[in-house]
């Protein structure tokens, strides 16, 4: 960070250096030596569109287990919503508690998205946090 006078107006104009990087479809704050302002505001970090799709996996799964929707067919069907979406939003079901406790807090790693889902990923969940690059302390 630097400070210079402005002469003419007498104003004190200060440069900070700042990047700015995306994050779940939002512009966040990366500091002047590279640290995560995200830290600052954990809300940030909440990835809208996972959170989305996360609620939308839970509530089609409960539909379809008490039968009003068959399959994802009927859920394009009624929805109106492409089935390619709704077959890749529903792999979510796949994923390990301890991912999914990662999306709703915000703690998921930098640049994972839904897009990763897509990708064949291993019904082992340990597996699963090493491929999608989350680190869990054991417990």
């Known amino acids: 960070m630097n400070f210079q006078l402005d002469n003419d107006t007498g104003k004190i104009i200060v440069h900070v250096p700042i990047n700015f990087r995306r994050w779940g479809g939002k512009k966040v704050l990366i500091g002047p030596q590279g640290e995560d302002l995200r830290l600052l505001e954990k809300e940030i970090r909440k990835d809208e569109k996972?959170?989305?799709?996360?609620?939308?996996?839970?509530?089609?799964?409960?539909?379809?287990?008490?039968?009003?929707?068959?399959?994802?067919g009927d859920i394009e069907m009624v929805e109106q919503i492409n089935r390619s979406y709704v077959q890749r939003v529903m792999r979510m079901m796949l994923l390990s508690p301890r991912i999914i406790e990662a999306i709703l807090n915000g703690e998921q790693p930098e640049g994972f998205a839904l897009t990763d889902i897509d990708k064949t990923f291993s019904p082992l969940w340990d597996k699963q946090a090493e491929q999608f690059g989350f680190t869990f302390r054991h417990q």
Not at 51 to 66: E, S, T
């Open 50 to 72: 996972l959170l989305k799709a996360l609620a939308r996996a839970y509530k089609w799964q409960k539909l379809i287990a008490i039968g009003k929707y068959q399959n994802s």
